[in-house]
């Protein structure tokens, strides 16, 4: 195999780097340890930090793995490959009575993108996150062995694969269960909310099948728009694909510009009600594709955290003025609710509570001022995101996220050499044998 580095980076444009990109082929059943140095799996590379390559290593994209499999329509059963985009497995089950129970934000991440990070969407509430829905998977394992894992058969890996950002093996497929499909049209409605001071419990007490919050000026006080979306029975076309984020980079992520798109979005939905196709509301944020673009060479870091309903006001104050002391400004900032559900894999990041995730333009002071608020974040008993990565240490990693010892022996018994290696697996020392 070619020793060709290639440039790559975050979906921020933080951290670039080099790594050797390989598209996946059926060949590569041969043990994984063949090949020299360390490797790691890439869906579509809708991550914003750095789990899903690794530097002057190998980076293998699901190449051949796309389709579907199988589909029982009566049981409401599909297997497909893990390449296979989440708007590809809408196509697949649209119409035949089935839904896709966790859309996440983006049509283009792949289901092995969705299991690797264990993605949660605008239902949380309702459906839990992605892994809640997997009947098992199939795993390269790094010896060459394809191991079937699910929550009854090698049920310590599937917890380890579930949400354990690719570090267990290569995900070649997986079995979903479908939810019943209501229809594909919602009716969404947004109401205005002037102040933080109870959107948290705003949140808490609705209950419908997805909603959102839209914060404007999260440095200081903030205000926004809560909108909540129901399935309708009436048929409703879904509006055409976007195009994907072209290469041209602007630096435009000045206040005036970015705080203009926020009150254009905040003047045209004020009083939005009305239909719209299920990918439309769910994948809303793929038409602003541009605007990670927007924030120029630089870079943005893109910070999501959860914590209790309770204290989510204080705690997303706490971020605004911390924020605003240094000087910086955050962007495109959404909340969501997060339910009780069981969390299926050990490193998962949702748990009961509402979530916060916003982007802030690279530049100076922003990594301490991320560290320090992420501090406040484990003192109530919350966690960062880690597909959307880039500031966490790796001694707030082990405080945030309980099981990561038990992850850690899991995952040490399929990958002895450490072979599997991201870079956030590296700056956080996941792997440390
Ligand atoms: C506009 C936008 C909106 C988003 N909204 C949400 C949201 O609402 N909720 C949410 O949870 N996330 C959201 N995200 C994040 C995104 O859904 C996740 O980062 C998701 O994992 C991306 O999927 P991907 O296929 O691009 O995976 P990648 O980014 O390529 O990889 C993600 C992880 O999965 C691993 N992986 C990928 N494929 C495989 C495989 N076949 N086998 C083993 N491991 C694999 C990688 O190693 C990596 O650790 C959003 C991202 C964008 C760009």
Redesign the pocket.
């Given at each position: 195999m070619a020793d060709i580095q290639v440039p790559i980076a975050s979906?921020s444009h933080l951290l670039p780097t080099r790594t050797r990109l390989v598209p996946y082929n059926r060949a590569m059943t041969a043990a994984l340890d063949q090949l020299a140095g360390p490797v790691?799996?890439?869906?579509?590379?809708?991550?914003?930090g750095d789990?899903?390559y690794v530097s002057n290593g190998t980076t293998i994209t699901?190449g051949e793995?796309h389709g579907i499999l199988d589909f029982d329509r009566s049981a409401g059963v599909i297997e497909c490959a893990?390449?296979t985009s989440l708007l590809a497995l809408h196509l697949a089950v649209s119409g035949s009575g089935w839904a896709v129970p966790v859309y996440?934000?983006?049509r283009?991440?792949?289901v092995?993108?969705?299991?690797?990070?264990d993605?949660?969407?605008?239902n949380h509430a309702r459906r839990g996150s992605f892994g809640n829905h997997v009947l098992g998977l199939t795993l390269l394992t790094v010896d060459g062995s394809l191991v079937t894992a699910s929550p009854d058969s090698h049920p310590d890996l599937f917890a380890a694969t579930v949400g354990g950002?690719?570090l267990t093996?290569?995900?070649?497929s997986a079995r979903l269960r479908l939810v019943p499909a209501v229809s594909d049209t919602v009716r969404v409605r947004a109401v205005p909310f002037t102040r933080t001071a109870g959107l948290g419990r705003l949140l808490e007490q609705t209950d419908c099948g997805y909603q959102f919050g839209w914060l404007r000026h999260p440095c200081q006080q903030a205000c926004g728009l809560h909108y909540r979306a129901e399935h309708v029975a009436v048929d409703r076309p879904r509006d055409r694909d976007p195009r994907r984020r072209g290469a041209l980079r602007v630096n435009l992520a000045t206040p005036v510009v970015l705080g203009s798109l926020d009150r254009l979005r905040h003047l045209a939905h004020r009083r939005l009600d009305r239909t719209m196709h299920v990918i439309d509301l769910n994948y809303w944020?793929?038409r602003f594709?541009f605007r990670s673009n927007l924030f120029g060479r630089r870079g943005f870091h893109e910070y999501q955290f959860t914590v209790a309903a309770e204290v989510f006001d204080e705690a997303v104050r706490t971020l605004g003025g911390m924020l605003a002391g240094a000087g910086l400004h955050s962007y495109f900032t959404v909340a969501k609710r997060l339910g009780g559900q069981r969390p299926p894999g050990l490193l998962s990041f949702p748990r009961e509570g509402c979530t916060l995730s916003t982007q802030i333009p690279d530049g100076p002071g922003v990594l301490g001022v991320l560290r320090s608020f992420t501090e406040i974040v484990i003192d109530l008993g919350g966690r960062v995101?880690l597909?959307?990565d880039s500031c966490v240490t790796k001694n707030q990693l082990e405080r945030m996220y309980p099981e990561i010892d038990r992850w850690r022996g899991i995952v040490e018994r399929y990958d002895p050499k450490g072979l599997i290696q991201?870079d956030l697996a590296r700056r956080l020392d996941l792997k440390p044998w």
């Open positions: 979906w790691i799996f890439r869906g579509a590379g809708r991550s914003f789990c899903a699901s793995l893990s390449g996440g934000g983006t283009w991440a792949t092995g993108g969705a299991i690797g990070n993605i949660h969407g605008k950002i690719g093996g290569l995900i070649t944020g793929d594709e995101y597909a959307k991201s």
